[in-house]
């Protein structure tokens, strides 16, 4: 076989991308925006992320010879290749630093997503080398609701579409940093259900892991489950999501119920003479938490008598005496 003519060179690689396509990408993420959206640099900036993404996942893969850009590096080339944004190339680090700032203050959503045992949660690792494992979250965007938010995120993170699961009172909000982080509590998914990320480059693996699994000693952000597994912003919601599943995890539920039911109906035949109150007679407790559920009792915070049908069986009683 010939070998190569002289002169001639493999392609060249690791290229910065020409300016007819920084022109393209200014003209489709920056200029036709909005005039709203050009009015602080954290919304220019959440705009040139959008065309970062664009970039990575699109021109690169179509043309591997283009060098792949860290969002600084790509944020420099389009402040100095946008007439718009040029102007302001002098003060660009620290636009970049308030940025990155207002970032980590954007509130976050998403959803802790349960199997049918409620003893696994599905968790996504990130696309990176040396990524985490965390649930499928994200930031919101302008005036989005937090559910809204909620199903995006897991459908573009996981392929699955949870809207018609999500409860809007089942969540668990926390504080990391000074980032608000909502998570909403989908149950009963089948853990056969195919997940697939719907963005390129973002998501690498997805997959259940036992609740258990993931306990670390602390709640810190970042922390190892018992199994070594590295997760971020895991911790923090383990301990209230473990109470939760004991509220309303259906076996546990029903032995909780069956147990209130027996203890209240040995009391009756002890008080009646051995008058038993029927099933109806008992009101059984809402499975929904109350934000004073705290301290001794809390179980029965929601017990009631159904004073009718006691006075019946009193006059029952008595009247075969």
């Known amino acids: 076989m010939a070998g190569p003519s002289r002169g001639s060179s493999a392609p060249a690689r690791n290229l910065f ?36 993404w664009f970039y990575e996942d699109n021109s690169v893969e179509q043309n591997p010879s283009l060098k792949s850009l860290s ?19 002098a003060h660009i680090d620290d636009i ?4 990155t700032y207002y970032k980590f203050r954007v509130p976050v959503s998403g959803a802790i997503i349960l199997d049918e045992s409620y003893e696994r949660c599905l968790l996504v690792k990130g696309w990176k080398a040396g990524a985490s494992w965390s649930f499928p979250r994200g930031k919101r965007s302008k005036d989005e609701e937090d559910h809204t938010c909620a199903v995006r995120e897991v459908l573009e993170e996981t392929g699955f579409d949870v809207s018609k699961l999500l409860k809007m009172d089942d969540y668990i909000e926390v504080v990391i940093g000074q980032q608000r982080v909502r998570l909403y509590i989908i149950t009963g998914v089948k853990d056969d259900t195919a997940f697939a990320p719907l963005t390129k480059k973002e998501i690498s693996e997805i997959s259940w892991h036992r609740i258990d699994d993931l306990q670390p000693a602390g709640d810190d952000a970042i922390s190892r489950g018992v199994n070594g597994l590295k997760l971020y912003m895991v911790a923090p919601f383990l301990t209230a999501l473990k109470a ?18 027996g203890t209240s109906e040995s009391k009756a035949k002890n008080s009646l003479g051995g008058a038993v109150l029927s099933e109806n007679s008992l009101v059984g407790m809402g499975s929904e938490p109350r934000n004073d559920d705290t301290g001794p009792g809390k179980s029965f915070r929601n017990f009631r008598f159904d004073v009718a049908s006691i006075l019946q069986s009193v006059e029952h009683v008595f009247s075969a005496i």
Not at 21 to 40: A, M, T, Y
């Open 17 to 52: 991308p020409p300016q007819e396509l920084l022109d393209d990408l200014c003209s489709r993420f920056v200029l036709n925006v909005p005039k709203e959206d050009l009015e602080s640099f954290e919304r220019i900036l959440f705009l040139l992320e959008q065309a970062h």
């Open 71 to 89: 969002f600084k590096e790509f944020t420099s080339l389009m402040f100095n290749s946008c007439s718009t944004l040029r102007p302001y190339i």
């Open 96 to 99: 970049y630093k308030d940025f």
């Open 244 to 261: 939760w599943i004991a509220a309303h995890h259906p076996t546990l539920v029903q032995k909780l119920d069956s147990s209130v039911r």
